[in-house]
């Protein structure tokens, strides 16, 4: 029973294409893949309109306000009405703007972002795109959104704009790092980049109690944390948002458009959220697998949704907790903290594996990363040297 | 089914590659050698080399590109700017050309039927880098490694 749950999507699936049974393959094939994009969209999209008016109201929470309470139950409707709103908004284009370029920017970021939820497996057998390197394909097609931000602020043609994604460039190149090097320990360890691989090497239990997911090793743990810090940059989140600090410059590569391709930008930065926290799920949280062997009767996708949801929430919770970082604090935490203790993760992971993957290899790899921690916080007190401030500007 | 993929996918290819040859505006240019870029991926995704694919969308996309638009952006005051007909290089591509055709036509390789090859996994990339290839590997990191270096360098402050 537990079972026909569990994979009631990929049974139905099924039940639709026996329908093109006889018909030439390629018909079949394309078939399947429409039938995934269409649920992909269907899901996300519907995620992203209620995830975009739970933020408000959690937010509201935190801020001890009422949040969106007007449309609909609990102002549940909220997202159909700025839809609505977004739709029939005047789009304006401004008149020294590279037409093209400026209406190509949110087309591929939100093209780009939508592409990389296509390797995540959602639930047992339920991954849209089987793929042989499948961390690869996400980083790989994430690393066209850079390009996007470049081509809507050099399109605009406004100093906001160009400064914005000059911003949001520096940063996601700089973060990207930390975030690869940090799923390097997993593909080590599982020895493929297919995200179904690495979702099965985390299943069953330590002592028929504790799963056996990444997380709870000390390069996994840490590895994750570093991996979901560099996600809250490359989606551009609180405390990370300099790329449009609204103080500074206005709403940085976004500044000149308005109406459905703000809609767009904004839809694509949510998107991204989802694609980094379903793969640092898969990563580190175990994928689909249950936490306890009893609650295994519980399909697998509502395992995999709880965990991204949860990581959700956090992403709001941080954005309800902490104020905006400063653009050379940032960088310098990416370069001189993040990356030597992304290293740091790959090390130990070897050590771990080495060390016999028990508790001895636990203890060893603890220790690895302990000893860097503690000479990388010496190394970089700057407690010591606090004088006047220096200004430097761009020559 | 793969043929008409083959073909839609070439006529993309270059299409992309001529406009990046020939559009007017720099950066356009530049955009549309990025799109070309992404159609020869798809090309190696079609052969089920989908580890070169990849890497070609990861390297070219994701740096090579935006550091040709960088570079135009930060050097050019003339963007806009018309830039005239350029015989040399119409004659190098002409000789790139020939030279191309020439050797392809001379191969006897296009009637023979290809043999069948084991799928190029990830996992035999991997193995052939770390086993055979493992020199030729490490001196391409140390060179990458003393790239970053010297470009440091380049851009660090002079004390004063």
């Known amino acids: 029973m537990s079972k026909s749950i569990d994979q009631v ?39 992203f309109a209620l995830i975009s008016v739970l933020e408000r109201k959690i937010l509201a929470r935190m801020q001890n306000r009422y949040g969106p309470n007007r449309v609909g139950p609990f102002g549940l409707f909220q997202p159909i009405a700025d839809g609505i709103k977004m739709l029939i908004k005047e789009d304006i284009v401004p008149a020294r703007a590279d037409k093209i370029v400026h209406f190509l920017a949110p087309v591929l970021i939100a093209a780009v972002a939508i592409l990389t939820l296509a390797v ?27 390009l996007a931000v470049f081509m809507a602020g050099w399109a605009s043609n406004n100093k906001f704009s160009m400064l914005g994604a000059m911003r949001a ?7 990207e790092l930390p975030l690869i090097i940090t799923v390097l320990p997993v593909v ?19 002592f028929g109690l504790v799963p056996r997911w990444f997380v709870f090793t000390p390069w996994g743990g840490v590895a994750f944390i570093l991996f979901f810090v560099s996600g809250l940059v490359e989606s551009n989140r609180t405390p990370f948002d300099v790329p449009e600090g609204e103080s500074e410059i206005v709403a940085g590569h ?15 930065e949510y998107i991204g959220m989802f694609a980094v926290s379903g793969l640092s799920a898969t990563l580190f949280l175990g994928g689909w697998h249950a936490p306890v062997r009893v609650l295994e009767i519980v399909p697998s996708y509502v395992w995999f949704f709880l965990k991204l949801s949860g990581l959700l ?30 290293f740091t993760c790959v090390i130990a992971a070897a050590v771990w594996h080495y060390a016999g993957r028990g508790l001895r290899g636990w203890l060893w790899s603890l220790f690895v990363i302990v000893m860097v921690y503690s000479a990388l916080s010496i190394l970089l007190d700057t407690r010591r040297k606090f004088g006047p401030r220096v200004y430097r500007f761009a020559e | 089914m793969s043929n008409a993929a083959f073909v839609i996918i070439a006529i993309f290819t270059l299409a992309a590659a001529l406009a990046a040859a020939t559009l007017r505006k720099l950066m356009h240019a530049a955009l549309s050698f990025a799109v070309a870029l992404v159609g020869l991926a798809a090309l190696f995704f079609l ?41 040399a290089g119409v004659l190098i591509a002409l000789a790139v050309f020939c030279g191309l055709t020439w050797s392809i036509l001379k191969t006897q390789s296009l009637s023979i039927v290809a043999p069948h090859i084991r799928a190029l996994t990830v996992k035999r990339i991997g193995e052939a880098l770390m086993t055979g290839y493992v020199w030729p590997l490490q001196c391409v990191g140390l060179l990458l490694t003393a790239a970053l270096i010297g470009a440091l360098i380049l851009v660090m402050e002079e004390k004063r």
């Open chain 1, 254 to 268: 976004m500044t000149e458009y308005s109406g459905f391709k703000y809609a767009t930008f904004f839809m694509a």
């Open chain 1, 313 to 342: 929430f956090v992403y709001i919770w941080i954005r309800g907790t902490l104020p905006r970082t400063r653009i050379d604090q940032m960088m310098n935490f990416a370069w001189k903290f993040m990356l030597p203790m992304a």
């Open chain 1, 188 to 206: 080590m360890v599982v020895g493929s980049l297919m995200p179904d691989r690495i979702v099965s090497a985390q299943a069953g239990y330590t």
């Open chain 1, 169 to 175: 460039i520096a940063q996601m190149f700089s973060y």
């Open chain 1, 120 to 146: 995540i497996p959602y639930g047992r057998n339920m991954t849209p795109f089987t793929i042989d390197g499948g961390i690869l394909f996400f980083f790989a097609v994430g690393s066209a959104t850079e």
């Open chain 1, 9 to 47: 999507f990929v049974n139905a699936k099924q039940w639709l294409l026996s329908w093109l049974a006889g018909s030439p393959d390629w018909v079949i094939q394309v078939a399947s893949i429409l039938i995934n994009v269409f649920m992909l969209l269907a899901v996300f999209l519907t995620l």
């Open chain 2, 47 to 87: 052969l089920g080399a989908e580890f070169v694919g990849l890497a070609l969308v990861f390297i070219y996309i994701g740096a090579v590109a935006v550091l040709i638009v960088f570079t135009i952006l930060l050097t050019r005051r003339d963007v806009g700017k018309d830039r005239g007909f350029n015989w």
